[in-house]
C-alpha cells in the first residue's frame, strides 16, 4: 500500500498519525541510523534514501541534494530550500544519468564455493550489463537478448550482482553451479 496524496500547494493537508507495519520500522530506522549524518558532508547532500515495495526494500541515490519527494502523475518531484523540481530526463546539468542496481550479496543457500554459467534478465535498454563479483575479483558482462554468459574463471561462495544502464528491469534468474571439490 502506498500513500497518495491528492492535494495540491493551494489545499490544506492534514497528516495523521496511522500505526502500520512499516511505520514502524521507519521509526526504528530513526533511532537506529542518524539520517542527518548520512545526508551532509562538509556542507552537501551526498546520498539520499527511498524504501519502497511492500517490504520496504531500501534504495541508495547519490548527489541528491533534496529534502522530499513526491510523485504526481506518474512525475516524480523533489524539493529543496530554493524550489521543487520535477525528476525526468536522462541527464542531469548535462551529466548522463546511469541507472543501476546492486542485488544483496547471497550465498545461493549453501557455503559450497560455487560459479554461474549464465544469467537470464528481464531487461529494457540499449547496453545493459551486469557485474558479477565475488573474492574481490569481478567481470562486467553484456546483457545480450535478455541473457548474459558469465566467465567460468570466478569461483566463489559469497556472490554480488549488479545490472547497471538499463531503461527497464524486471525479474533476474541466477542458477549457481554448486562445486563439490
Request: charged share 20%; aromatic share 12%; glycine share 12%.
Amino acid at each position: 500500500m502506498a500513500l497518495v496524496i491528492n492535494e495540491n500547494l493551494f489545499s490544506d493537508l492534514i497528516l495523521s498519525d496511522e500505526a502500520i507495519p512499516k511505520g514502524c520500522l521507519y521509526s526504528s530506522l530513526l533511532d537506529v541510523l542518524p539520517l542527518e549524518a548520512l545526508s551532509a558532508v562538509s556542507g552537501e547532500v551526498w546520498e539520499s534514501w527511498a524504501f519502497n515495495g511492500q517490504t520496504f526494500e531500501p534504495s541508495v541515490y547519490s548527489g541528491f541534494a533534496f529534502n522530499s519527494y513526491a510523485v504526481e502523475g506518474g512525475v516524480t518531484y523533489a524539493a529543496r530550500e530554493e524550489g521543487i523540481y520535477a525528476l525526468e530526463g536522462t541527464t542531469d546539468g548535462g551529466d548522463a544519468i546511469h541507472s543501476g542496481v546492486v542485488l544483496s550479496p547471497s550465498m545461493f543457500g549453501t557455503l559450497n564455493r560455487k560459479r554461474f554459467r549464465a544469467g537470464f534478465f528481464d531487461v529494457e535498454g540499449d547496453a545493459p550489463l551486469v557485474r558479477s563479483e565475488v573474492g574481490g575479483l569481478g567481470s562486467s558482462i553484456p546483457i545480450m537478448r535478455g541473457r548474459a554468459t558469465f566467465p567460468r574463471a570466478l569461483v566463489g561462495n559469497k556472490w554480488t550482482f549488479l545490472v547497471a544502464d538499463f531503461e527497464g528491469l524486471g525479474q533476474v534468474e541466477l542458477f549457481p553451479v554448486v562445486l563439490t571439490r
